[in-house]
């Protein structure tokens, strides 16, 4: 598959600790919902003049603020310290632009250009749909602190230029458990149609061989295949940023979103 379809294509990431989130969300619903005064008729009449045209608008941003509030509360005011050393310490530089789902890394390896894109775009909806598995993961995590954690596997694309050469090598892979399972290597001699996230060359990248299924080369080349990732900090220290940095954009994301809704309500 193309790098666009693959991340369009998510199936979703992170570890242990989304499912378990999710529920504290869900219980914080439940618990906002029960704290949650109802408004008085002649309170809903002087809030939607001043609200917005709704009746339901007052208790609606009351709802947003007891969320806003408790998700605050439950995300650190300072940088993570996993960020904070990978900053430091990895060749990689991180491209995230706020209220955007994908995120990009890049860095420079000898003449080469390299990127790496995920996205976060359907991480909620496969914490939510995987619930009950993450709630038997925590309860076995609870017996024994021994246990590994599991994580559901986030899809990323690779994709490697030179300027002294027109083509683009891309790697479609799954990212989980602290590695990158390869799915397709791809060559196009044309790098922009290789490399650019627009409708027009996913378009085009359609129509061309996308390469072998990586488990069908011969172990061997697998095995090369490794090495010249590895050489490049495609490696087990980038697996397990990636998505512990998916979590924590997902969790900032929506803290926003709960903000910018609440002020759009209010206005």
Not at 35 to 62: K, M, N, Y
Not at 78 to 90: A, G, I, Q, R
Not at 92 to 102: A, F, H, I, M, R
Request: contains cysteine; negative net charge.
């Amino acid at each position: 598959m193309s790098a666009l379809r693959a991340l369009r294509q998510l199936t979703a990431s992170s570890s242990r600790s989304l499912a378990a989130r999710a529920a504290t969300r869900s219980v914080a619903r439940s618990a906002l919902a029960a704290r949650v005064v109802p408004v008085a008729s002649r309170t809903f009449s002087v809030s939607a003049r001043r609200l917005g045209e709704g009746a339901s608008d007052a208790a609606l941003s009351q709802r947003l603020a007891e969320e806003l509030k408790y998700e605050k509360e439950a995300t650190p005011a300072e940088e993570p310290e996993f960020l904070t050393n990978f900053k430091k310490n990895s060749p990689w530089s991180l491209q995230d632009t706020p209220g955007l789902d994908e995120v990009t890394l890049v860095r420079k390896f000898g003449n080469e250009d390299i990127r790496l894109i995920f996205s976060i775009g359907d991480l909620q909806s496969e914490q939510e749909a995987e619930f009950e598995e993450g709630e038997e993961a925590a309860e076995e995590s609870a017996e024994d602190p021994e246990a590994p954690i599991h994580s559901y596997p986030l899809r990323c694309s690779f994709s490697f230029t030179k300027p002294s050469t027109p083509g683009a090598l891309t790697i479609d892979a799954m990212c989980q458990e602290g590695t990158f399972v390869i799915d397709n290597i791809s060559f196009y001699s044309d790098g922009k149609v290789g490399t650019e996230l627009t409708a027009e060359a996913d378009w085009k990248r359609r129509g061309f061989y996308i390469g072998p299924q990586f488990e069908t080369l011969d172990i061997s080349l697998q095995d090369e295949f490794d090495k010249f990732l590895a050489e490049r900090g495609i490696d087990s220290n980038l697996a397990y940023f990636v998505p512990e940095y998916a979590e924590y954009k997902e969790q900032k994301e929506y803290v926003s979103w709960l903000k910018n809704v609440r002020e759009f309500v209010d206005a």
